[in-house]
């Protein structure tokens, strides 16, 4: 019997990934991919890095799960991200049809899973999915927090 991964070990290596992230000068979200109980795919934002404005953490972490799975078509995969997801994100996790998406903290600047915009669950769009929020948020919120305290703080 494969041993299930718990919500909050899956956002708890997202966070890791945001970590990562941030040491890399980026917006500290990390994202990863369940599948059948395990971690199949881990992302992180990379727009810095790679000049690409799509290079979210979800983005990032789908394309990898639909390169393993080699299926744009991501049925039976929950997404973990740290932050609540964008509108271009959002979307794609419909796209992809994500079973189930879980996400740390909300964003009230650009969340469109509630918080700015309800772009999930549209009774009008042909997916629909399960969304947990909340989990880790505390933590998801401070790495956030403490990032943009810091590059405030920087002298131009």
Do not use: W
């Amino acid at each position: 019997m494969v041993a299930m991964i718990s919500d909050l070990e899956a956002m708890r290596t997202a966070l890791s990934e945001a970590r990562k992230a941030a040491e890399a000068g980026e917006v500290p979200i990390g994202a990863v991919i369940v599948h059948d109980g395990a971690i199949i795919a881990h992302g992180q934002n990379s727009v810095v890095r790679t000049s690409d404005p799509t290079a979210h953490a979800e983005i990032v972490a789908m394309r990898h799960a639909a390169a393993i799975l080699g299926n744009y078509r991501l049925n039976g995969c929950t997404l973990y991200v740290t932050l609540e997801p964008c509108a271009m994100c959002a979307g794609a996790v419909i796209h992809a049809r994500i079973d189930r998406l879980v996400y740390g903290t909300p964003d009230p600047k650009a969340g469109a899973c509630g918080s700015v915009l309800s772009v999930l669950n549209h009774p009008q769009l042909n997916h629909q999915m399960q969304v947990t929020q909340g989990v880790l948020s505390e933590q998801c919120g401070d790495l956030l927090r403490v990032f943009f305290r810091n590059r405030r703080a920087r002298p131009e």
